[in-house]
């Protein structure tokens, strides 16, 4: 019934215009001609302020002149300006309204190499990439919000929307008239409900919160990226690129909140929100297709893609993170057990091989945004997530004295650090479309807590488990830096390429009890230590910027 709504809508309102006569082709590729005029012809600038056309005469020339068309604004003689290299005195003054005006608004209407956006593609490729990594991005919420649950992403998802239509309804002009602006806005969102319904009910992957099987992709977030889109086209290429930023930042946010409230994986927002932005891409194209250069109303911007004149940004960051290892120098000469008689007993074992925590490659995402005062110098901040996972090193299995292990191994844990922190970014335009960057951030940072279970089996095929290690750490204070290279793709959409290095001096609390593994009939002890780290971390990644 949905997509029978969604047709009928259509059909209304593109029938009304539908056998328009004279239709243009789909891109203007026409240029006007210069007009090249003999030197001895030319008058000065005094004598060509001096030139008058009677009343009459304008009458009759704008009587004889064609139609305008209704995307151009309208011109008449009287408001020509008569520019003294183009007067030629020895031929009759003609005028060609019909390009004076394409000239005013622009050559083309639309043009699909320029207008068709491609951000999609790496959001959705990062969303197929993010789905080994979609658990550990879920221990990261339940790490630091497991309690989190509110319904403002159900009214935010349609925020964009509303704002444009207010827009339009206050008589602010952007793209399209009324007409055009409805079919295109339901175009993207029937396309957008067809991909998104064909892909929740074939995949059916279950939710993190197990309620129902049609978590991927997320519809939520695909709607609020339509209507970011929507917002993006209308007012954000045509007015201010301010649009495009707090369209896009409220459908960010509609995303992460579905990712706090336990109701969608990592992977399904960043595809839904792919998905969003190429429904209304094709939405508006089928829009132009419909309409080619009828109902426009308002050109775009121009030059969006010049670093000069539009150095801020707002990003999306996904990428590899790469942190050193927690060093445990007391790891090796702790007591482990004590029996009933308090003897220790370890044998002469070493408790690990080098006393190491290993934190392996982890991933990230992060929102980034600077405003540049030039073209060279801004302040900015940035919200990070990283998550990767932890492993103690050498603690697979010990036979300690008395107690005839004969296996016995320890988990893995994910550390997640969330971070916030802000300074100094610096840019240089390398050209229009090019520039290098690097920042001076600093801010805090604090992290979840690393809990390692070790389990052992025995030779009466008794099975032990329990607590090995734990390790809290404190909120502390970080500092970053980084370099990265944009390239302006079109409009105000620029991919950029980041190296970011942070570092984290982070305070750990551990309690060690390596000889547990749940055996409550047996005495242990458990030993404590604080381990001041030192965290560097190397950021390589990439992401879509919307400049402004």
């Not at 709504?5 to 891109?27: K, M």
């Not at 604004?73 to 019909?98: A, C, F, G, M, R």
């Not at 301010?242 to 960043?270: C, P, Q």
Request: with cysteine; glycine share 8%; charged share 20%.
């Amino acid at each position: 019934m949905r997509f029978l709504l969604y047709a009928s809508v259509i059909f209304c309102l593109s029938t009304l215009d539908v056998f328009a006569d004279d239709i243009d082709s789909l891109c203007c590729d026409e240029a006007i001609d210069g007009v090249e005029v003999p030197e001895e012809n030319l008058i000065n600038q005094e004598e060509a302020e001096s030139l008058e056309i009677s009343q009459e005469e304008v009458a009759e020339r704008e009587e004889s002149a064609p139609e305008a068309n209704p995307m151009y604004e309208e011109v008449t003689i009287s408001d020509v300006v008569l520019k003294p290299e183009l007067v030629n005195l020895n031929q009759p003054l003609t005028l060609d309204l019909e390009s004076a005006t394409k000239k005013s608004v622009g050559d083309c209407y639309y043009n699909f190499k320029r207008d068709f956006s491609y951000m999609w593609v790496p959001i959705v490729a990062a969303g197929y990439i993010a789905k080994s990594q979609k658990s550990n991005f879920r221990q990261a919420r339940h790490d630091f919000e497991p309690d989190f649950e509110h319904h403002l992403d159900d009214w935010l998802q349609h925020g964009p929307l509303a704002l444009t239509f207010g827009l339009k309804f206050a008589g602010v002009e952007g793209r399209s008239d009324w007409q055009r602006y409805l079919v295109s806005g339901v175009l993207s969102y029937a396309v957008m409900g067809a991909i998104v319904n064909s892909i929740k009910y074939s995949a059916k992957e279950m939710r993190p919160d197990g309620s129902t099987a049609n978590s991927f992709p997320s519809g939520h977030t695909a709607t609020a990226f339509v209507a970011a889109t929507i917002l993006h086209k209308e007012y954000g290429l045509t007015r201010s690129p301010w649009y495009s930023v707090g369209g896009f930042a409220a459908a960010t946010t509609t995303g992460v909140m579905r990712s706090l409230n336990n109701r969608h994986w990592i992977s399904d927002i960043m595809v839904g929100a792919g998905i969003g932005i190429l429904s209304t891409d094709l939405g508006y194209f089928l829009g132009d297709l419909i309409y080619k250069d009828r109902h426009i109303v308002r050109k775009e911007l121009e030059n969006l893609y010049d670093f000069t004149k539009h150095p801020s940004f707002f990003s999306i960051q996904m990428g590899a993170t790469f942190t050193s290892n927690m060093k445990i120098p007391e790891l090796s000469q702790w007591d482990c057990l004590m029996d009933q008689g308090g003897h220790v007993s370890l044998d002469g074992e070493k408790v690990t091989d080098d006393g190491k925590l290993r934190i392996g490659t982890g991933t990230a995402v992060a929102a980034e945004g600077a405003y540049f005062f030039n073209p060279y110098i801004g302040i900015g901040g940035r919200l990070k997530v990283m998550t990767a996972p932890v492993r103690a090193n050498g603690l697979d299995y010990y036979d300690f004295a008395g107690y005839n292990r004969t296996e016995g191994n320890v988990s893995t844990d994910q550390l997640s650090m969330f971070s916030v922190d802000g300074g100094l970014y610096l840019q240089y335009p390398l050209s229009k479309r090019f520039a290098v960057g690097t920042k001076a951030t600093f801010g805090g940072a604090f992290t979840s807590a690393i809990e390692l279970e070790g389990s052992s089996i025995y030779e009466d095929s008794e099975t032990g488990c329990g607590d090995y290690l734990y390790a809290e750490s404190v909120r502390t204070m970080k500092f970053g830096t980084g370099l990265s290279l944009t390239y302006a793709t079109k409009n105000n959409i620029a991919y950029k390429l980041n190296i970011d290095y942070d570092y984290v001096h982070m305070p750990f609390d551990f309690e060690y009890e390596p000889a547990y593994f749940g055996q409550t009939d047996r005495d242990v002890r458990i030993y404590s230590t604080q381990i001041k780290h030192n965290m560097n971390m190397l950021t390589i990644g990439a992401s879509m910027a919307i400049r402004f």
